[in-house]
């Protein structure tokens, strides 16, 4: 059965190409800074926004119109497997992700429950032989259910916790059946709504031990997939303990886990915390953290989490600039955790808000792969650090310095000459690139 039968392959056409069906950038073949699109961008659909998201939100009910909802129970998650399938070829993804509880309904009691998950994963094992579509990451869906109304790493209940390490040990036996590459730890519900009530030092405690209990478990079945952790701020909880991707980090150094983990970083989320997708992208850079991309953006004009297809030419090429200077995203990908507005509920609209995220990134990354080949931003970060390349500068960063002797220089040397930033030359610049590739 075809759920998408109005839709063909979608191949690539060019950039003067007018069909609504058709890749304008992404070339998933064609090389760029040596390795071919499909390797740099490695491409994932998400489970859960395009296979089980209705389009309802707070104030409305349900608006999209699947062919597949007319199902229920294990018959609708039958339905699903086979439809994420058809979307996922035609749309020539190599990749896709899930939380459990988006690829089987929860039964009675957890045994039933991961009976449940066992038919459906045996179905999806057979899928990927037959299509050759590979699982990026999957993660447990430790958040919907009302047993987790106090958090699940996090809990303030024994017995929630032991149910939620049941969930990720089962999760982990998932992944390791699926050949994921990775496996994904997100806090849905690991935060606080107040402090009046909060042993905060026991929670993070527990949490750290959760992901001990896990990485060991993994080792013990030898399944070596990269551990990440997906920050976020806030939402559903007031404060999330994962806030940003510097909180994250500090929190893997303190409990001597940096090592094992490393960060899946969403776009919309760096939005809820105040920063840009490219500014946590850096920091995760910089401490050799990056480890995936949840590709997405959020509305400036509102304040939460709106999850949309990202279609930002600027914000797609400053990703893209910072996973090239890490050296690519390894055994990440670019998961669009991204879903179609609630006025877009057709079928078909799935395809065109895939199709307008890949060439969002497919633009992106050829224009940062010109900014690096010409060192655009690297050249203006060397004039700008200049002085601290020789003299007294270079006494600075090579540990020479004193305070004493910065004082004689600074008593001896003046007037102090700044100059000019130029950002606005660099934005120029950058849109020039932008609108000439």
């Known amino acids: 059965m075809s759920y998408f039968s109005n839709v063909p392959e979608i191949g690539y056409e060019g950039a003067s190409s ?32 395009s296979l089980t998201a209705n389009g309802a939100d707070p104030f409305g009910a349900g608006t999209a119109v699947r062919s597949w909802d007319r199902l229920t129970g294990m018959d609708l998650a039958k339905a699903r497997v086979e439809a994420a399938f058809e979307l996922i070829v035609k749309l020539k993804a190599p990749y896709f992700c899930f939380h459990d509880r988006d ?23 057979e899928h990927m032989k037959t299509t050759g579509v590979k699982l990026l990451w999957n993660t447990a869906n430790m958040f919907t259910h009302p047993r987790f109304v106090h958090g ?50 026991l929670e993070l405690d527990n949490l750290a031990r959760l992901y001990r209990m896990a990485a060991d478990y993994a080792d013990e079945i ?41 960060l899946n970083l969403e776009a919309n989320h760096a939005t809820l915390a105040g920063h840009t997708f490219e500014h946590e992208l850096r920091v995760a850079r910089m401490h ?34 910072e996973v090239l200077q890490n050296g690519g995203i ?26 307008a995220g890949m060439d969002a990134y497919a633009k992106g990354l050829k224009v940062a792969a010109k900014l690096i080949r010409d060192r655009v931003f690297e050249q203006a970060v060397d ?3 200049a002085s601290f390349k020789e003299g007294i500068g ?33 934005k120029a610049i950058l849109n020039q690139y932008l609108l000439s590739e």
């Open 18 to 49: 007018t069909n609504e069906f058709a890749f304008k950038h992404y070339n998933p073949d064609e090389v760029v800074a040596g390795k071919t699109m499909k390797d740099h961008l490695r491409f994932a659909v998400a489970y859960w926004h």
């Open 330 to 355: 390894g055994r990440g990908g670019i998961n669009f955790d991204a879903k179609v507005r609630r006025g877009s509920f057709e079928a078909e609209d799935l395809f065109f808000a895939h199709i």
């Open 152 to 201: 699940a790493g996090t809990t303030s209940n024994a017995d929630v916790y032991a149910y939620a390490a049941a969930q990720v040990k089962k999760g982990l036996e998932v992944g390791l059946e699926l050949g994921a590459e990775n496996y994904v730890f997100w806090g849905g519900r690991e935060g606080y709504e107040s402090l009046l009530h909060t042993d905060m030092q």
């Open 288 to 321: 050799g953290l990056l480890g995936s991309l949840d590709a997405n953006q959020g509305d400036l004009l509102l304040g939460w989490d709106t999850d949309e297809f990202p279609t930002d030419l600027y914000a797609t090429t400053l990703t893209m600039y």
């Open 103 to 125: 690829i089987a309904p929860e039964g009675d009691t957890l045994r039933e429950t991961n009976r449940n998950l066992d038919t459906i994963v045996s179905m999806i094992k």
């Open 222 to 262: 030898g399944f070596d997939a990269q551990f990440l952790i997906e920050p976020k701020p806030k939402e559903p909880t007031k404060h999330q303990y994962d806030f940003d991707a510097a909180t994250t980090i500090a929190f893997l150094q303190h409990y001597g886990l940096k090592d094992r983990f490393k």
């Open 394 to 426: 270079l006494d600075i960063v090579s540990g020479k310095a004193t305070l004493a002797g910065l004082e004689r220089h600074a008593l001896q040397n003046a007037p102090i000459r700044n100059a000019s930033g130029r950002q606005e030359q660099l």
């Open 383 to 385: 004039r700008r650090y």
